[in-house]
C-alpha cells in the first residue's frame, strides 16, 4: 500500500506537488503588521492595488516582518524592544518556530533572509555592552541561533540584503538603550549613527558616518535598489528648531548624500522619518511621517524635491513601477494619485516587499 508520506514525496518528485510559495496565498506585493478594530494584532499580505490577501493573528503589536524569497513563511518582529519573533506558515497561521533574543538581548523588529532562504539575519541590542550585535538562524534546521557577530555600531535598527546576495547593509541608529530604562535614551549627546556593509560572515566591508553636525539623526530605516543604491530614514534627536534632512542616499565607495525639501517642509515631518522607499525603477525615493501627516518623493538623479503629499498618519511605503503604496494608521492604502481601498485595520510603520 502507497503511504501518505511516499505519495506526498512522489508528488513532489513529479512536480505536482501544490506550490507553497507566495502565489499560495494570494501573491502578496508586501507584508504589513496592522491591529484590527477588536483590538487583536496581525500580519497581512497587502498587494499594489490595495487588497488584503491574508491576515494572520500575532500574540502582540507587530513592527517589520522579514518575507522568506520562496516559501509563503515570514518572520513577524515584536515592535522593539522584543524578545520574540514568530515564524508563520502564511497560507494558515501556524506557527512553525518562535524565535527568541538570547539572555541580555532584545531584538529590533527587523530581519532578512540570505538570497538562498537557509539563513535569517537579525538586529538586536547586547544591552549590557551596549553593542549592536546582527544573530544569525538557521532556516533548514527550525530556525535554530548558529552564530552571531557585530553590527558595525550601536542599536542596529533595519537590516537588509545587498542585491550581490553577499553582504548586508545595517542601519546602526547609534542610540543606546536599555530595557530596565524602558525606552530612554542613554548616548545622545556622544551618538554615532551609521551605515555598516558587512559580509555574510561578519566582516565589516565598508562604515559610513554622517559629519558630527548630524550626530543625533539616527538612521533608522533602509530601501534598496538592484544597482546597490541604499536609501537610508533618519529619526532627530535633537531641538526640532533645527529642522535637519531625514532622507539620505548612498552608494557604496562614496559619501552620502543628504536630500531636503526646504527648512519649512523639513519641519513639518516633526523630527521623524517612519519609514523609506525607493520606486520600482529606482529613479524616486520617498519618506513618510506619520507625525507630520507627510510624504516626501524626491528625484534620485537630481536629489530634487518632486512632490510633496499629505496623509493623516501615514507611514508604510512600498515601490511599485515609477510611484508608490503608501499605508496610514486609518486604515487607507492609496498612492499619490488618490485612494485605492480602505480596510478596518490600524496599518502599522512599514511595508515589506514580498518577491513573489
Known amino acids: 500500500m502507497t503511504t501518505r508520506r511516499r505519495l506526498l514525496a512522489g508528488l513532489a518528485a513529479s512536480s505536482l506537488m501544490p506550490s507553497l510559495g507566495w502565489s499560495s496565498v494570494g501573491t502578496p506585493d508586501f507584508l504589513s ?3 484590527r478594530a477588536d483590538g487583536q494584532f496581525v500580519l ?3 498587494t499594489r492595488r490595495g487588497d488584503v490577501t491574508f491576515t494572520i493573528a500575532l500574540p502582540a503589536r507587530g513592527h517589520a516582518a ?10 513577524a518582529f515584536a515592535r522593539r524592544p522584543g524578545t520574540f519573533a514568530v515564524v508563520l ?3 494558515d497561521g501556524t506557527v512553525l518556530a518562535r524565535l527568541t533574543a538570547p539572555a541580555e538581548r532584545h531584538f529590533y523588529g527587523h530581519g532578512a533572509f540570505s538570497a538562498d532562504g537557509k539563513r535569517l539575519y537579525t538586529s538586536e541590542n547586547d544591552y549590557e555592552a551596549g553593542l549592536g550585535i546582527i544573530g544569525v538562524w538557521d532556516v533548514e534546521a527550525g530556525y535554530r541561533r548558529i552564530g552571531e557577530f557585530a553590527s558595525g555600531g550601536v542599536g542596529p535598527h533595519d537590516i537588509k540584503l545587498m542585491p550581490d546576495g553577499r553582504s548586508l547593509v545595517v542601519a546602526n541608529g547609534g542610540i543606546e538603550t536599555h530595557p530596565d530604562m524602558g525606552r530612554t535614551k542613554l548616548n545622545l549627546p556622544v551618538m554615532q549613527p551609521s551605515l555598516s556593509y558587512l559580509s555574510l560572515d561578519g566582516d565589516l566591508l565598508e562604515d559610513v558616518t554622517l559629519p558630527w553636525a548630524q550626530h543625533k539623526n539616527s538612521i533608522r530605516h533602509l530601501a534598496l535598489h538592484t544597482d546597490g543604491t541604499v536609501a537610508f530614514a533618519m529619526q532627530w534627536q535633537g531641538a526640532l528648531k533645527d529642522s535637519p534632512p531625514l532622507l539620505g542616499l548612498h552608494q557604496r565607495g562614496t559619501p552620502p548624500r543628504l536630500l531636503s525639501v526646504s527648512q519649512d517642509s523639513d519641519r513639518r515631518l516633526n523630527g521623524y522619518a517612519g519609514s523609506v522607499s525607493l520606486s520600482g525603477d529606482g529613479a524616486q525615493v520617498a519618506i513618510t511621517s506619520p507625525r507630520g501627516g507627510i510624504l516626501h518623493v524626491f528625484d534620485v538623479t537630481s536629489g ?12 508604510g511605503i512600498g515601490g511599485v513601477g515609477q510611484g508608490f503604496v503608501y499605508t496610514t494608521g486609518g486604515g487607507l492604502v492609496g498612492t499619490l494619485n488618490g485612494a485605492l481601498q480602505r480596510h478596518d485595520l490600524q496599518w502599522d510603520n512599514h511595508l515589506i516587499a514580498v518577491s513573489a
Do not use: F, K, N
Open 33 to 35: 503588521a496592522a491591529r
Open 44 to 46: 497581512a499580505g497587502l
Open 66 to 75: 522579514a518575507a522568506h524569497p520562496d516559501r509563503a513563511e515570514a518572520v
Open 89 to 91: 506558515d502564511c497560507r
Open 304 to 315: 530634487a524635491a518632486v512632490a510633496v503629499h499629505e496623509a493623516t498618519d501615514v507611514c
